[in-house]
């Protein structure tokens, strides 16, 4: 359809734009990856084929259940991009069909992240953005609960990233907030863009981008609010937002 085409064009765009971003302030700070935040003492070492055929050993029956509880409980042994890897080796040898909810999987592994490893950002940078941001969504879902107000819990995650860590790692930290922000007010976009109003200078304009990528994501998935992309109107919602946000994050992400 009109819409599918016109979600799917302003999601390159946003690619390329964050792309953009990414480069223009790669060489203000450190090097940091999400890949290493989750210390090397709070995980044992592991091979992702041991971890594997274990799971394939122990699942015989290809139980969605039994899958579930493995992939959990490496979470909680090894953290998030472990258990993720193994989750899409499943589906791409067949052993996890297509049609199983892994976004919903990845948020179950993003609240295992928050318990095991702790409510902070480097713990949270460590959720890939795989299955669609699933394990972030759903580390953001748990601090939630366990932190109020909202802002605080934003605050817990993405403000205790200290000095050490370069703009891009911050703005990154809450572009995966923006995300988790519009999972936990039901893709209501205003209302996740008054969140991100709350947060200051690059925690705005990271907060802002996330939650519009959010709701093209969401578009795409067919999970967008009613009536928040247009057929005949390709702005559309650029052109129904504050003009702030309309500078510095909806048309930089769609």
């Given at each position: 359809?009109?819409?599918?085409?016109?979600?799917?064009?302003?999601?390159?765009?946003?690619?390329?734009?964050?792309?953009?971003?990414?480069?223009?302030?790669?060489?203000?700070?450190?090097?940091?990856?999400?890949?290493?935040?989750?210390?090397?003492?709070?995980?044992?070492?592991?091979?992702?084929?041991?971890?594997?055929?274990?799971?394939?050993?122990?699942?015989?029956?290809?139980?969605?259940?039994?899958?579930?509880?493995?992939?959990?409980?490496?979470?909680?042994?090894?953290?998030?991009?472990?258990?993720?890897?193994?989750?899409?080796?499943?589906?791409?040898?067949?052993?996890?069909?297509?049609?199983?909810?892994?976004?919903?999987?990845?948020?179950?592994?993003?609240?295992?992240?928050?318990?095991?490893?702790?409510?902070?950002?480097?713990?949270?940078?460590?959720?890939?953005?795989?299955?669609?941001?699933?394990?972030?969504?759903?580390?953001?879902?748990?601090?939630?609960?366990?932190?109020?107000?909202?802002?605080?819990?934003?605050?817990?995650?993405?403000?205790?990233?200290?000095?050490?860590?370069?703009?891009?790692?911050?703005?990154?930290?809450?572009?995966?907030?923006?995300?988790?922000?519009?999972?936990?007010?039901?893709?209501?976009?205003?209302?996740?863009?008054?969140?991100?109003?709350?947060?200051?200078?690059?925690?705005?304009?990271?907060?802002?981008?996330?939650?519009?990528?959010?709701?093209?994501?969401?578009?795409?998935?067919?999970?967008?609010?009613?009536?928040?992309?247009?057929?005949?109107?390709?702005?559309?919602?650029?052109?129904?937002?504050?003009e702030n946000h309309t500078a510095r994050g909806c048309i930089d992400s769609n």
């Open positions: 359809s009109n819409v599918h085409k016109i979600v799917i064009v302003v999601l390159v765009v946003l690619f390329l734009v964050t792309g953009i971003f990414a480069f223009r302030v790669y060489f203000l700070g450190s090097k940091n990856s999400s890949s290493e935040v989750i210390k090397e003492n709070q995980v044992k070492n592991y091979t992702t084929a041991e971890l594997y055929q274990d799971i394939t050993q122990k699942c015989k029956d290809k139980s969605v259940d039994c899958f579930q509880e493995n992939i959990r409980e490496i979470t909680k042994r090894l953290g998030p991009k472990a258990s993720l890897e193994i989750l899409e080796l499943l589906q791409d040898n067949g052993f996890v069909q297509r049609n199983v909810d892994d976004h919903e999987l990845a948020h179950l592994v993003g609240k295992d992240t928050a318990a095991a490893f702790g409510i902070n950002g480097e713990v949270f940078l460590s959720c890939p953005t795989s299955f669609n941001y699933g394990c972030q969504h759903g580390f953001f879902q748990y601090a939630l609960v366990k932190i109020k107000p909202v802002k605080k819990a934003i605050d817990s995650i993405c403000g205790s990233l200290g000095s050490e860590h370069s703009i891009k790692f911050k703005f990154y930290c809450y572009h995966g907030v923006g995300h988790g922000v519009m999972d936990a007010e039901s893709y209501d976009l205003k209302a996740s863009l008054d969140i991100c109003d709350t947060l200051d200078g690059i925690g705005k304009d990271g907060c802002w981008q996330g939650a519009f990528m959010e709701n093209v994501n969401a578009g795409m998935r067919g999970e967008a609010r009613k009536d928040i992309f247009s057929k005949t109107d390709p702005l559309a919602p650029c052109n129904q937002v504050q």
